[in-house]
């Protein structure tokens, strides 16, 4: 079976650049990003700024590394990040904030993802007896809550524990573009309570690669330094940033799409009698309780549908803008066969 046949629901990371993406890579104007000097990185980050309502932007490669340096950014060593159970900064990326930053994780709970303000403000410490509170961190999407949305109002909340703690708040926003489409609000309105936003372009937007952090101009100006120390001076990066421009330009208005199919997919699941908890099918993530989820998602892949086994009997499919009607179809087909 060759490639293009396989209906890939392992992510939204596993997109192919498009055509168009491709020629505008070849055509991309660049200069030195280590230097400030790439136009289309520029552009990006610019863009992206406006967009978001923050002053400025800074391109990575990859939205580890822009959490990661928000989090240098934010914390001194021996503090700790409070944020909701399950967060990517803490799950997936292998230790770094304390490998890096010196910091560790403190955690509140999360039903669906969705942090309560007044556990946040019960989380927060500043006595001399303990390691202080630097930072509160949430995920919008929350990925390991099935990309559930934390609504505006409790994200207002939290900003207002932060600022009543004098602490910052930083946002994990690998798909905050898919939180935006769910809630139906501006990308800028998501964006509005954090002093620093991350946001994946190789997600549901469909960049080959790229993350970008936003904040202050003061904080993109440390940032770049701890960015060069994980290696993330990149040099000619505009052919990156210009497949990014296009991922911006059309992936959000696709979006709706994706939840459509995700929610059919969840429902075709549960007809075909696995348990998948429908509230938390929000945005473009299905989680379904699979027994044997390794072995099942093997012989799937055998008949060209492919899905995520995490854990041993949780599968995860991922919707994405390379996934189609017809390929759903098809999915749905072998996985309720
Ligand atoms: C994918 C993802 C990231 C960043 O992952 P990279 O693979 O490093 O780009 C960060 N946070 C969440 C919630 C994610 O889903």
């Not at 002093?195 to 993350?211: D, E």
Request: proline share 5%; net charge negative.
């Amino acid at each position: 079976m060759t490639d293009t046949l396989k209906v890939d629901l392992r992510s939204d990371t596993v997109t192919r650049p498009t055509p168009e993406m491709r020629e505008a890579m070849a055509n991309a104007v660049v200069g030195d990003d280590v230097y400030g000097e790439d136009p289309t990185v520029n552009e990006l980050q610019d863009t992206l700024a406006r967009m978001t309502g923050f002053e400025a932007g800074l391109f990575m490669p990859s939205g580890s590394m822009t959490n990661q340096v928000a989090i240098a950014v934010h914390t001194r060593r021996g503090e700790e990040v409070i944020c909701a159970e399950g967060s990517h900064i803490y799950e997936w990326e292998l230790g770094m904030m304390a490998a890096f930053s010196g910091v560790v994780p403190r955690f509140v709970p999360a039903p669906l993802g969705v942090p309560d303000a007044e556990q946040v403000r019960l989380a927060v410490r500043h006595s001399i007896h303990q390691s202080p509170t630097g930072l509160i961190s949430l995920e919008n999407t929350h990925n390991k809550a099935g990309g559930t949305v934390i609504p505006l109002e409790v994200m207002a909340q939290i900003r207002a524990v932060a600022d009543a703690e004098s602490l910052p708040l930083h946002l994990d926003g690998a798909r905050v573009f898919n939180a935006a489409a769910a809630l139906n609000v501006s990308i800028e309105d998501v964006c509005r309570p954090f002093h620093t936003v991350s946001i994946c372009l190789s997600k549901g937007l469909g960049a080959p690669v790229g993350s970008v952090l936003l904040g202050s101009k003061d904080l993109m100006t440390r940032a770049h330094r701890y960015r060069k120390m994980l290696g993330g001076g990149m040099r000619q990066a505009g052919v990156l940033a210009a497949a990014a421009l296009i991922a911006l330009r059309d992936g959000p208005a696709r979006l709706p799409d994706d939840h459509r199919r995700a929610r059919q997919l969840a429902e075709a699941l549960v007809n075909a009698g696995y348990a998948v908890n429908l509230a938390s099918v929000q945005t473009n993530i299905v989680y379904a309780a699979v027994q044997g989820a390794q072995q099942k998602v093997d012989i799937w892949a055998g008949q060209g549908v492919l899905a995520s086994a995490l854990g041993p009997d949780a599968v995860r499919f991922v919707l994405h803008h390379q996934i189609d009607d017809e390929m759903l179809a098809r999915a749905i087909q072998v996985l309720t066969a």
